[in-house]
């Protein structure tokens, strides 16, 4: 009989602890709130974030070399990116450059070459691209080094920075500079995709 009871009252306590009671107070509270609780707010607005996404762009850069008007050359690169992200292109040679007279030359390395980099940040409605560029060459006809003399190489360098807003689909100059010692002028164009 002693049992009996004690089981008896563990069904009834299991039976109390998992009654439908609960879940009716849930729903009654559901019903009769008046509609201003944040909870729906945000999951209308994370839906909408959902449903919007992340916008992904390609871009298309061009580096023009024009002499009397003409282009003479182009070089092209290209990057993804998307909406408050960056990125940078970099390609070059890491160039010795000789600290220290002969016999113990000692070597610092310096950057040469080309280098992009790119954000999109967004103002309101519109999308701001930046973008950050340098092209730079060594001259290495003397060498780094002559006899017990160091020579510092020389270093040419274009150097173009600008911001826009971001225009999809037709070229967008971001700047052109002339160079002091020729008759050569050199532009930065970018040409942007939708991706998807």
């Known amino acids: 009989m002693r049992k009996t009871m004690t089981v008896l009252a563990a069904l009834m306590t299991i039976g109390l602890w998992c009654s439908p009671r609960p879940a009716w107070a849930q729903q009654e509270s559901r019903e009769g709130s008046t509609g201003s609780e944040k ?3 945000q999951s209308k607005e994370s839906g909408e974030a959902k449903a919007k996404g992340v916008q992904p762009y390609r871009l298309d ?5 024009l002499e009397d008007g003409k282009k003479i050359n182009t070089r092209h690169y290209s990057m993804n990116l998307t909406e408050g992200d960056n990125n940078e292109i970099k390609i070059g040679t890491r160039v010795p450059v ?3 007279p002969p016999p113990t030359t000692q070597f610092q390395y310096m950057d040469v070459g080309t280098r992009i980099f790119s954000r999109l940040t967004r103002h309101g409605d519109e999308i701001q691209l930046n973008v950050d560029s340098e092209i730079s060459n060594i001259d290495t006809t003397g060498g780094l080094e002559r006899g017990t003399t160091l020579v510092a190489p020389v270093v040419r360098q274009i150097k173009i920075e600008g911001s ?3 225009a999809v689909g037709r070229p967008i100059l971001i700047g052109s500079v002339d160079d ?11 040409t942007v995709t939708k991706l998807k």
């Open 61 to 65: 850069f061009s580096v023009n070399e």
């Open 98 to 100: 000789a600290t220290t």
């Open 164 to 166: 826009t807003l971001l």
């Open 180 to 190: 002091p010692n020729s008759k050569k002028q050199f532009q930065l164009e970018v």
């Open 39 to 41: 909870v729906p707010t």
